[in-house]
């Protein structure tokens, strides 16, 4: 099994210097998804070390990603996902998994 996708993220706010904004296309994010969710639950739960991402706000999400494809954040399947994803899938991905409803705990 794949180490965990995405971590937490610790700083709210912060964006993709890059050009991402918390606006994306949730089509789009929910058609690219599939890479994300073989990890990571749709269901929102944690699996072992894997977070969820359901429920994400999507400022958050977007630092996290980023964080990886700078190799701020030490995950190499993580940092190869993210570095072959544009701004704008990522924005996508953020808007998509935000607006999904993370599970009661």
Same mark, same amino acid.
């Given at each position: 099994? =794949? $180490?965990?996708? +995405? *971590?937490? /993220?610790? $700083?709210?706010?912060?964006? @993709?210097? *890059? ?8 089509? %789009?994010?929910?058609? %690219? #998804?599939?890479? /994300? @969710?073989? /990890? ?13 991402? @359901? ?5 958050? +999400?977007?630092? !996290? !990603? ?5 190799? &701020? =954040?030490?995950? &190499? @399947? ?6 072959? %994803? ?5 924005? $996508? %991905?953020?808007?998509? +998994?935000? #607006? ?6």
């Amino acid at each position: 099994m =794949r $180490a965990h996708i +995405f *971590g937490m /993220c610790a $700083a709210a706010g912060f964006f @993709v210097s *890059g050009g991402a904004s918390a606006e994306g296309d949730i089509a %789009l994010g929910q058609y %690219l #998804s599939s890479e /994300c @969710v073989t /990890c990571h639950q749709l269901s929102g739960k944690s699996v072992g070390a894997i977070p969820p991402i @359901v429920g994400w706000p999507s400022d958050q +999400f977007i630092a !996290v !990603v980023d964080s990886y494809r700078k190799k &701020e =954040r030490d995950n &190499e @399947v993580m940092q190869t996902i993210s570095a072959r %994803l544009s701004d704008e899938e990522i924005s $996508a %991905l953020a808007a998509y +998994f935000g #607006s999904l409803k993370a599970p009661d705990e």
